[in-house]
């Protein structure tokens, strides 16, 4: 079976600050690993994700991840925050074919960046 | 392009009423999930299907739940009978063909489901 863990409910950070929201995970076999946003009453979307290859991933909205296979973590990250970067944010993993693709979700993250 | 439809975007209901969520997938996926979103348990996978097949229903809570893909184009999750902590969001969710199983999964807006 596979996990991730989001270990801070929130996170706050000053607008133009960089931002880490935190992420580790527990899977056997090779991860799949998502960044997924969610604002007030919508429902998520997708920020990145890592299959295979550079461990650094970059998506959306100038949103980066770093891969650490030996920590186990994956660390969706920003240089410079900005107010509208105020959301949940969701870890997720897929075991790949051994689960049939299945995502897993973290408990969510709330980044509150003020002015 | 539309996105993900689900309807209704709001359901109240009573205690033993049944629920019928509606979701029709974007044109050209052929994996659709649904999700259940609540503060005590954050967002859990109930069910999803692979070109309108069940492929792991384990996240469905107990068999007053149960899910529907007749077409391509259309799923349904009924709640018979409704209780009052199966109030949540109900989110749907789609993926592209050719993605592997591992693509970008296209949220819908959800359905908040109030059972009082």
């Known amino acids: 079976a596979q996990s991730v863990a989001q270990p801070e409910d929130q996170v706050n950070v000053a607008e133009g600050n960089p931002l880490t929201v935190k992420c580790t995970y527990s899977v056997s076999g090779n991860p799949y690993l998502f960044w997924y946003v969610q604002y007030p009453n919508r429902g998520l979307q997708f920020l990145l994700k890592y299959i295979t290859g550079d461990n650094l991933v970059k998506g959306s909205y100038g949103f980066e991840a770093e891969f650490n296979k030996s920590q186990t973590s994956f660390h969706l990250k920003k240089p410079s925050a900005l107010v509208s970067d105020s959301a949940l944010y969701f870890c997720a993993v897929s075991g790949g074919s051994n689960s049939g693709y299945a995502l897993n979700f973290g408990k969510g993250t709330s980044l509150l960046v003020t002015p | 392009d539309a996105g993900v439809i689900q309807s209704p975007r709001h359901e109240v209901t009573e205690m033993g009423q049944e629920v019928t969520l509606r979701c029709k997938p974007i044109?050209?996926?052929?994996?659709l999930f649904w999700y259940r979103q609540t503060m005590m348990r954050g967002l859990e996978l109930l069910i999803y299907?692979?070109?309108?097949?069940?492929?792991?229903d384990s996240g469905m809570p107990e068999d007053r739940f149960s899910a529907k893909m007749p077409n391509a184009s259309f799923s349904t999750l009924k709640i018979q009978p409704s209780e009052p902590r199966d109030s949540a969001v109900y989110f749907c969710a789609s993926t592209p063909r050719g993605t592997g199983g591992l693509g970008e999964q296209y949220f819908g807006p959800g359905t908040r489901l109030t059972v009082t």
């Open positions: 044109s050209g996926h052929n994996s």
């Open positions: 299907f692979n070109n309108n097949v069940p492929i792991d």
